[in-house]
C-alpha cells in the first residue's frame, strides 16, 4: 500500500516537484520574479508562438504528415504578417502572415502527399526554401524604406489592442480604473495563494487581443478535430488510410486540409511574434520555436489541452530568460533539487548507476549556484532550448502516435 | 429469377496476365453463394469489379436487374453493395462507433452526431442480431469482433449484398461458427452474401451454391447439395488438393533447443507470457498453436534475442544462450523466418544478391577480413538459392520488390535452410501464397526435418500445423496450456484450446 | 541496372535544375529585371581564375558537411546538426591546436582528431537522447545546435579568448605556422590567383573513404538496410540501439572536419566570424547529391559556384538574394523528382521481371 502510494507519487514527480520548488524558490526575496503577474504574462505570450505551432503540428501529424517544416511556415508568417502589418495594418498582418504560413503548408502538403517524398526530406526543405524566400523579399519588399535592412523590416502599423479585465485585474470602464482585486492579492504575498494570483493575473491583464484569439483555437481544435465529420476524416486518415479510402473518404483532399491547416497556424504563430511582439521583421527571430512546437505537440500527447499545457511550460521558460536573468540562476537550485529526487527515485527503483550520475549532476548544480551570483547571458539564451531536452527526456514515453504517420499514401492502392 | 447480381462475360487483363476471362455468375437474392478457386484464380480480380474498385475491360453487370457500371466503392455502397476485406479497414486508433459512421457524411464542420448514430446503429444491430460495444477502441478488440465490426458497417451503410473475402482465414473454429451463425442470420433477414474462399469444408457447410474458378475462369456454378469435396476440388485445379507429405525419419532423442520457464513482461507490467517450457529435439517438427496475440509471438522473438525475458533461460545444443546477441544467436545456427516476409524478411528495395546476406552480415563467407563484404559469395549462393528453391526472376540483379509473394518466400526459406541450421524457426511459412509455392515449402521442410533439422513452426493454417508437426503445443494467454501428439488431433480440438474452451 | 534507367536517374536533378532557372527568372522578370543577362553576367563571374579558387575552397567544407549529413541519411537518420557539431569541433580545436607547435604534418593531423573527436562527442549526445530517452533526432539535433551556440559564445569570450589582445572582439589565438594548412597553389601553378585550400585532398580521401564505409564495408550493408527497412534490420541481428549512436558518432566525426578547410587554410584562429550555416547547407547539399560520393561533390560545386558568382549581382543592381530563392527551389524540385524517377525505375523494374518470368 504505501509503496502505491510512493509509486503514484514518483511517477508524477516529473510534474509535481518542479512545480513545488518553483513555488517555494519563489518565496525568497531574490527570486520573486519566478511567479509575478509579469513573468506569467511574458509566459504567456512566448507560450502563444510555441503553442500555435504545436497546434499546427497536430493537424498535420493527425492526418499522417510529419511536419518538420513547422519553422520554415513560421519564418513565413514572421515576414508576411511584417509585411501586412506595415502595408495594411495588425489585423491584415495577421491574416497576411497565415496565408504565407499556408502557402508553405501547401508546398509541403504537394511534396508529400502527392509525390510521396519523405516527409522529413521535404519538411527540411520547406525550411532551407522558407529562409531563402524571407531573405529575399525582405530585400525587394523593403529596398527604399527607411529602417529597414536585408534582415530586418520596417516597424507595423496599427495596434492589435489589449484588453485589462475590469475589477478582477484592474481595467478600465468608461475610461476610469477599476479596483484590481487579484493585484492585490499577488501583493499580499501570501504562500501560494499569491503566486496564483499572479498567475491568474498574468491572464487578466494586459493581454493582447491576439492571444485571445489564439488561446480560442484551443477548444476549437478539440470541437473541430474530434466532434466534426471533417475532423473525424482527418483523423481517420492518419490511422489507416486504406480503410478510409474504402469508405469515400478523399484521402488526399484530408491530408492536404490537414497539412495547409498546420502551415496556417504556423504561420499565425509567426505573425504572433511580429504583431505581438518585436513589432519588426528580424531574420531568425523564429529561433527553433517551430521545433519547440513539436515538442509541445509530443509532451501534449497529441491533445489540443496537453499542447497548450506544454507550451505553457516552454513559454515559462522563455520568459524567465527574458525577464530575468536573476530568476534562471534561481532556476540552478530548482535543478538540484529535482536531480536530488531523481537520483532517489533511482535508488528506490535500485538503478544504482543512474542515481549517481544524478547525484553528481545534482551536486554540480547547487555548487554552481553557491558559486555564482547569476547565469551567463549566452546560457540563458537557450534555456527554452536545454529545456525541451529536458522535458522531453523525462516526459512520458507512452505516446499515441497516429498509426501511419510519416508513411507515404499512394492513393488507389486499396489490397 | 430473382437475381442480386448477374455478371455477363467479364474479362479484365492486367499486363501479362488475363485475370477474368469471360466471367458469368448468377447469384441469387438471400443466398449464401461461394466462389472458390485457389491464389491466382481470378477471385480477388472478379471481387474487385464487383466492388466498383477496378473496372472491367469488357462484359456487363448488372444489380437487382438493373445495368450497373461502377467506378469506385462508392458507387457499388450505393447500390447495396458491401464488402469485409481480409485484412480489416479499421483505424485501431478510434473507437467502434467512429469507424462505423467514418465517411457517411460529408467532411463538414457541424456536430458529429455521435449519439444519433449510436442509436441507429444499434438498431441495426438487433435487427441482424450482432452485438458489439460501440465506445471500445478498435485496438481492444479479437479478430472475431472486428469482423463483426467490418459487417455492421457494411450493413448501417444499407448493403444487402455483402462481399465477404476469405472471412475465415483470420479466425478459429469457434469464431467461425459464430460468423456462420451470423452470416446465416443475415441471410435470413434477406442479404445476400458473397463468400469467397479456398476451404472446401466451410464452404460446403454455409453456401447455398457454389461457384469454382480456375486461372480467370468461371469453371462451374453448382448447388451445395449436388457436389462433394473431392468434385469440388477436382474442378478448383483439376487434381485433388496438396497434403503436407509424410515423415520418413524418427525423432531423435537431441536436445536442439531447451527452453526453460521464460516470462517476459513489457515497460509497463503486462505480461507477453509466463513460465514457458519446450524443448526442441533433432529431426522434429514441434508446431505451436494459439489465437494471435496469446504471447507465441514473443516467446519466438525471444528465442532469437529480439525480446527480452525477466527470467528462465533458453539453452540451444546444450548452451545457455541467454546473454547472446541476435546476431550471435543468428550465426551460432539458428534461422529464422518472420511471418511477415516483406516487413521483416527482405529488404524489399535492394537486389536478391543483397537480400541473401540479411541476417548473416557476419559470417567468413560474407565478410572479408577488412569488414568489407564478400559480393561474389553473395551472388554464387543467391544463384544457388534460386536454383535449388524454384525461386522464378529474371536474375540475381533483380529487386525483391519484383517478385510474387510465392517466389519471395521460397527465397526466404531458400536463404534459411541453405546455410545448415540446426534449429529452424518458421513462422507462418506459407501465408498468403499460391498452392505451388506452398507444396514446395512442405516438401523442403519436410526434407530438412528428415534430414535432422530442429523446426520450430507456428502457423495459422491448422491443416498445415497438424500436417507437419510431430507435436503440437498450444499457446492461450502467454501459457502453454497442452501440449498434443498430431496424430491424434482435430482442428476443432485445437481451436478449443486456442481459445480456452477447453483445458 | 539497364543503361536508359540509368539515365532516367540523372535526368532528376537537370529537370529540377531547368525548372529552378525557369521559376528564378520569372521572379526576375516581375522584379523588373532582365533574367537571360543576370545569369550571363553570374556565369561570366563564376568562370574567373579567381572565382573558381573561391569555389573550390567554398565546396570543400560543403561537400564534407554532405558527407557527413549523408552517413546519417543512409540509415534514415536525420543528423540536422552537422552545423552546432562542426562549430563545437572547430572552436577547440582551434584553441587547443593553438596552445603548441609540433612538425606540420603532426600538428595538423593532431588538430584534425581533437575536432574529429569533439564533434563527434557532441552528435553522440543525440544519439544517446534518442536510444535512451525517444527524442527524435531531428528536435535533439536542432536543440543542441542552439545549445551549441550558446555554449561557443560563452566560452569564446571567458575560456578561449586570445589573453592579451589588443582585438576588440573576442577570437581565439593565431594557430602557429605549424598548424597551418600550405597552400596547393605551387602545384597548379596558380601563384597569382589567391591560396587554394590544401584541406581539398582530405575532402577528397574523406570522399572515397565515405564511399567504401557506406558500400563496401559489413557495416555501411547494416546501415543501408537499416535505412531501407528498420525492422528487417533488427531481425536479421542488427542491434538498432547500437548503430544509432555508432550512426549518429561517424556522422559528428565527418561533422568535425567541416570546419577545418576555413581554419587550417584561411582564418587560423576562430573569431565570430568564422563560416556559419555550413551544416545547413550540407543538408541541401546531399539532399542533391542523394547521398552519392560523386553527386554530393558535384552539389558542393553547384552551390559553390551559385553563392560565388550571385556576389557580382548587387553590383549590377540585381538582389543577389535571388540565388538563394534558387538554391532552395533546386532543392525542392530535385527532392520531388527524385521520388517521381525512383518510383518510375521500380516499376519498370517490376514489369521487367514479370515479362521474363513468363517467358
Known amino acids: 500500500m504505501t509503496q502505491n502510494i510512493f509509486r503514484s507519487i514518483f511517477r508524477r514527480y516529473i510534474v509535481i516537484t518542479p512545480i513545488l520548488l518553483v513555488l517555494i524558490v519563489a518565496q525568497m526575496e531574490e527570486y520573486s520574479q519566478l511567479t509575478t503577474s509579469g513573468t506569467f504574462g511574458a509566459a504567456i505570450r512566448l507560450a502563444i508562438p510555441i503553442m500555435l505551432a504545436g497546434l499546427g503540428g497536430l493537424y498535420s501529424e493527425k492526418t499522417g504528415v510529419v511536419n518538420i517544416g513547422l519553422e520554415g511556415m513560421m519564418i513565413m508568417g514572421t515576414w508576411f504578417g511584417a509585411w501586412g502589418g506595415f502595408t495594411f495594418g495588425a489585423w491584415q498582418g495577421v491574416f497576411i502572415g497565415m496565408l504565407g504560413g499556408a502557402l508553405f503548408g501547401l508546398i509541403h502538403a504537394i511534396a508529400t502527399v502527392s509525390f510521396q517524398v519523405d516527409h522529413i526530406v521535404s519538411g527540411v526543405a520547406i525550411n532551407i526554401l522558407a529562409a531563402g524566400v524571407a531573405r529575399f523579399l525582405n530585400v525587394i519588399a523593403f529596398e527604399d524604406i527607411a529602417f529597414a535592412s536585408s534582415t530586418a523590416s520596417p516597424r507595423i502599423t496599427g495596434d492589435i489592442g489589449k484588453l485589462t479585465v475590469p475589477y478582477l485585474a484592474g481595467g478600465n470602464i468608461n475610461g476610469e480604473e477599476t479596483s484590481n482585486f487579484f493585484g492585490y492579492i499577488e501583493d499580499l504575498n501570501i504562500f501560494l495563494v499569491s503566486d496564483f494570483a499572479g498567475l491568474v493575473l498574468g491572464f487578466l491583464s494586459n493581454i493582447s487581443h491576439l492571444t485571445i484569439f489564439a488561446l480560442a483555437i484551443v477548444p476549437l481544435s478539440v470541437l473541430v478535430l474530434w466532434n466534426t465529420p471533417i475532423g473525424l476524416q482527418m483523423r481517420s486518415v492518419g490511422e489507416y488510410p486504406t480503410g478510409s479510402e474504402s469508405l469515400g473518404v478523399n484521402v488526399y483532399l484530408m491530408k492536404y486540409i490537414g497539412v495547409t491547416i498546420s502551415g496556417a497556424l504556423s504561420g499565425l504563430a509567426g505573425a504572433y511574434l511580429v504583431i505581438a ?6 531574420e531568425g527571430q523564429t529561433g527553433g520555436r517551430g521545433f519547440i512546437g513539436l515538442a509541445s505537440m509530443l509532451f501534449g500527447n497529441y491533445k489540443p489541452f496537453g499542447i497548450l499545457m506544454g507550451s505553457g511550460l516552454f513559454g515559462f521558460a522563455d520568459a524567465l530568460q527574458l525577464r530575468s536573468p536573476k530568476a534562471v540562476h534561481g532556476l540552478l537550485v530548482i535543478i538540484a533539487i529535482f536531480l536530488f529526487v531523481l537520483a532517489l527515485k533511482t535508488l528506490f527503483e535500485k538503478k544504482y548507476i543512474p542515481s549517481l550520475i544524478s547525484l553528481v549532476l545534482s551536486s554540480g548544480f547547487l555548487i554552481w549556484f553557491l558559486n555564482s551570483e547569476s547565469i551567463p547571458n549566452q546560457f540563458v539564451y537557450f534555456t527554452p532550448h536545454i529545456t525541451t531536452l529536458i522535458v522531453l527526456s523525462f516526459s512520458n514515453q507512452r505516446i499515441k502516435l497516429p498509426e501511419k504517420i510519416g508513411v507515404p499514401y499512394k492513393k488507389g492502392e486499396l489490397s | 429469377m430473382n437475381l442480386a447480381i448477374n455478371t455477363k462475360n467479364i474479362s479484365k487483363s492486367y499486363p501479362g496476365v488475363l485475370a477474368n476471362s469471360n466471367v458469368s455468375v448468377q447469384i441469387k437474392k438471400s443466398s449464401i453463394h461461394a466462389i472458390v478457386g485457389e ?103 479479437s479478430v472475431g469482433e472486428k469482423q463483426r465490426v467490418e459487417i455492421i458497417k457494411v450493413l448501417f451503410r444499407g448493403a444487402k449484398i455483402l462481399i465477404l473475402d476469405e472471412p475465415t482465414a483470420v479466425l478459429v473454429p469457434q469464431e467461425v461458427n459464430e460468423l456462420f451463425k451470423n452470416l446465416n442470420n443475415l441471410k435470413q433477414n434477406g442479404v445476400t452474401i458473397i463468400f469467397i474462399s479456398h476451404k472446401l469444408d466451410e464452404v460446403l457447410e454455409i453456401a447455398d451454391d457454389i461457384s469454382v474458378m480456375r486461372t480467370g475462369e468461371l469453371i462451374d456454378s453448382v448447388k451445395n447439395e449436388n457436389v462433394s469435396k473431392t468434385e469440388l476440388a477436382e474442378m478448383m485445379i483439376g487434381k485433388s488438393l496438396p497434403t503436407p507429405p509424410p515423415r520418413s525419419t524418427e525423432t531423435k532423442q537431441n536436445k536442439i533447443l531447451d527452453i526453460k520457464s521464460i516470462t517476459s513482461e513489457s515497460v509497463d507490467g503486462r505480461k507477453f507470457f509466463t513460465d514457458v517450457s519446450f524443448s526442441v529435439f533433432e529431426s522434429e517438427i514441434l508446431g505451436i498453436a494459439g489465437v494471435e496475440g496469446n504471447g507465441q509471438k514473443e516467446v519466438v522473438e525471444s528465442i532469437i534475442g529480439i525480446q527480452n525475458i525477466e527470467s528462465g533461460e533458453i539453452f540451444f545444443n546444450g548452451e545457455n544462450i541467454n546473454n547472446k546477441t541476435t546476431r550471435q544467436r543468428l550465426e551460432s545456427g539458428i534461422s529464422f523466418i518472420p511471418e511477415d516476409r516483406q516487413l521483416q524478411a527482405m529488404i524489399m528495395d535492394m537486389n536478391l544478391t543483397n537480400n541473401v546476406i540479411i541476417g548473416r552480415q557476419n559470417i567468413e563467407k560474407y565478410k572479408s577480413n577488412l569488414a568489407t563484404v564478400k559480393i561474389k559469395n553473395a551472388i554464387k549462393e543467391s544463384e544457388n538459392v534460386i536454383s535449388l528453391f524454384d525461386v522464378k526472376t529474371p536474375n540475381t540483379n533483380t529487386l525483391a520488390t519484383a517478385l510474387s509473394g510465392g517466389n519471395q518466400q521460397k527465397f526466404v526459406v531458400g536463404r534459411e535452410l541453405e546455410d545448415n541450421p540446426s534449429l529452424l524457426i518458421a513462422s507462418q511459412p506459407t ?34 500445423l497438424i500436417g507437419l508437426s510431430d507435436r503440437i503445443i498450444v499457446f492461450y494467454q502467454g501459457s502453454t496450456v497442452k501440449e498434443l501428439s498430431s496424430d491424434d488431433v482435430s482442428p476443432e480440438d485445437l481451436g478449443g484450446y486456442m481459445t480456452g474452451l477447453k483445458k | 541496372m539497364k543503361l536508359s534507367l540509368r539515365i532516367a536517374s540523372f535526368s532528376a536533378p537537370i529537370i529540377a535544375l531547368a525548372i529552378s532557372f525557369g521559376l528564378s527568372s520569372l521572379i526576375l522578370l516581375f522584379i523588373g529585371k532582365d533574367p537571360i543577362e543576370t545569369f550571363q553576367i553570374m556565369f561570366e563571374y563564376g568562370i574567373k581564375g579567381k572565382s573558381i579558387v573561391s569555389i573550390i575552397n567554398r565546396s570543400i567544407p560543403l561537400y564534407i558537411s554532405a558527407i557527413a549529413v549523408a552517413v546519417g541519411f543512409k540509415m534514415g537518420l536525420f543528423n540536422i546538426g552537422v552545423e552546432g557539431q562542426y562549430l563545437v569541433g572547430s572552436i577547440v580545436a582551434a584553441f587547443i591546436g593553438s596552445q603548441f607547435s609540433i612538425i606540420t604534418p603532426l600538428h595538423i593531423l593532431f588538430i584534425i582528431l581533437i575536432a574529429v573527436a569533439c564533434s563527434a562527442m557532441w552528435a553522440a549526445i543525440a544519439g544517446y537522447l534518442k536510444v535512451k530517452k525517444g527524442i527524435h533526432e531531428v528536435i535533439s539535433t536542432i536543440m543542441l545546435n542552439y545549445i551549441g551556440t550558446g555554449l561557443i559564445s560563452y566560452s569564446l569570450t571567458n575560456v578561449f579568448d586570445e589573453k592579451g589582445s589588443e582585438y576588440e572582439l573576442p577570437r581565439t589565438p593565431e594557430l602557429p605556422d605549424t598548424g597551418q594548412m600550405p597552400a596547393l597553389n605551387n602545384l597548379f601553378g596558380l601563384e597569382d590567383l589567391q591560396d587554394l585550400h590544401g584541406f581539398l585532398f582530405v575532402a577528397i580521401i574523406v570522399g572515397i573513404f565515405y564511399y567504401w564505409l557506406v558500400w563496401k564495408t559489413t557495416l555501411g550493408f547494416d546501415l543501408r538496410i537499416t535505412g531501407s527497412n528498420p525492422i528487417a534490420a533488427k531481425f536479421s541481428g542488427i542491434n538498432p540501439n547500437r548503430l544509432i549512436v555508432v550512426a549518429m558518432v561517424t556522422s559528428g566525426g565527418f561533422a568535425g572536419l567541416v570546419g577545418l578547410g576555413p581554419l587550417l587554410g584561411y582564418f587560423h584562429r576562430f573569431t565570430i566570424d568564422f563560416p556559419t550555416g555550413l551544416g545547413f547547407a550540407g543538408i541541401a547539399v546531399a539532399l542533391l547529391g542523394r547521398n552519392h560520393p560523386f553527386g554530393m561533390g558535384v552539389g558542393a560545386l553547384l552551390f559553390a559556384f551559385l553563392e560565388r558568382s550571385s556576389q557580382i549581382l548587387d553590383l549590377n543592381d540585381v538582389p543577389k538574394e535571388i540565388e538563394r530563392m534558387l538554391q532552395a527551389f533546386i532543392l525542392l524540385i530535385v527532392v520531388v523528382f527524385y521520388e517521381v524517377i525512383r518510383r518510375f525505375i521500380v516499376k519498370q523494374q517490376i514489369k521487367d521481371a514479370s515479362k521474363k518470368v513468363e517467358t
Open chain 2, 39 to 141: 491464389n491466382g484464380a481470378g477471385k480477388s480480380t472478379l471481387m474487385k469489379i464487383l466492388y466498383g474498385m477496378t473496372k472491367p475491360d469488357q462484359g456487363e453487370i448488372e444489380v437487382f436487374d438493373q445495368p450497373a457500371n461502377m467506378s469506385s466503392p462508392k458507387e457499388a455502397i450505393n447500390l447495396g453493395i458491401g464488402m469485409v476485406h481480409q485484412h480489416f479497414m479499421l483505424a485501431k486508433n478510434l473507437t467502434v462507433l467512429e469507424n462505423i459512421i467514418l465517411g457517411i457524411d460529408k467532411p463538414s464542420i457541424k456536430n458529429l452526431g455521435l449519439k444519433k448514430y449510436k442509436k441507429l446503429i444499434e438498431e441495426v444491430m438487433s435487427t441482424y442480431s450482432l452485438d458489439i460495444d460501440l465506445d471500445m477502441f478498435v485496438e481492444d478488440l
Open chain 1, 277 to 282: 511582439g518585436t513589432g519588426i521583421y528580424l
Open chain 2, 431 to 464: 501465408r498468403g501464397i499460391d498452392i505451388g509455392a506452398q507444396s514446395l515449402i512442405w516438401e523442403k521442410l519436410r526434407q530438412s526435418r528428415d534430414n535432422g533439422l530442429a523446426v520450430l513452426l507456428i502457423s495459422a493454417d491448422l491443416e498445415e
